[in-house]
């Protein structure tokens, strides 16, 4: 079936510096793409969205590229914050069926 | 306001003690659904619900039900809490239901009900 893996965390950056998170996923057709944060002590939130290949979703700062050849959604952010401690979930989605979600990456910054 | 509201937001109960968390949201979102979230597994689907009188089990459904009689409205009871789902809880709804395209199936999520079974 269709599932969504993610780099394993903690990432722990000092604030300014360059943010890569890695995503790659599995799926049988083109399925939609979709990064989603999480606050501490709050629900989820979409973050930013790819619809097909090539897309480049942002939002914040932050950009992922709708990789098709590579089946891959990566999270950038050229500098980071400290308000950007967080967990990052990676997500995909078919027309029709459940989000299906990686298993999160905690981001830690510090000044 | 648009939003996802659960409640409650925490709660300690017993082994056995019937309970329900209740979820509403105020955006007229046909797909609701519940994942509980688990330190190491990520969010996992408990139940959805494409619409009214509408659901259907996700990947972790033991121990847990859900009923769809309104749309705004889609509770989770777990008749008789084991320790096993002490967990972290999340309802969320989208427009969604079988429509396609990556607007219609973003998710809103409430603010979470953390469950604690002794």
């Known amino acids: 079936g269709d599932s969504v893996t993610q780099m394993e965390g903690p990432v722990t950056l000092s604030e300014e510096a360059f943010l890569t998170i890695n995503c790659t996923y599995t799926?049988?057709?083109?399925?939609?793409l979709f990064w989603y944060v999480q606050y501490p002590g709050e629900g989820l939130q979409l973050l930013l969205k790819a619809t097909k290949a090539d897309d480049k979703g942002s939002n914040k700062g932050f950009e992922a590229t709708y990789r098709k050849e590579t089946t891959s959604f990566h999270l950038e952010k050229g500098s980071v914050q400290v308000s950007d401690s967080a967990v990052y979930f990676c997500?995909?989605?078919?027309?029709?069926?459940?989000?299906?979600f990686g298993k999160g990456t905690t981001l830690s910054v510090s000044s | 306001e648009a939003q996802v509201t659960q409640n409650p937001r925490y709660l300690i109960t017993v082994t056995g003690k019937k309970l329900t968390v209740t979820c509403s949201q105020n955006m007229n979102h046909e797909y609701m659904s519940w994942y509980r979230q688990d330190p190491g597994l990520g969010l996992r689907q408990i139940y959805y619900s494409m619409n009214v009188e509408v659901t259907d089990k996700g990947d972790v459904p033991e121990g847990y039900k859900v009923s769809r009689k309104e749309k705004r409205n889609f509770p989770l009871i777990l008749e008789s809490p084991s320790p096993n789902q002490t967990s972290l809880y999340f309802c969320a709804s989208s427009l969604g239901g079988g429509r396609t395209g990556a607007g219609a199936n973003v998710l809103t999520f409430g603010a979470g009900s953390r469950l604690t079974v002794l």
């Open positions: 799926a049988t057709g083109y399925p939609s």
């Open positions: 997500a995909l989605n078919q027309a029709g069926t459940a989000l299906i």
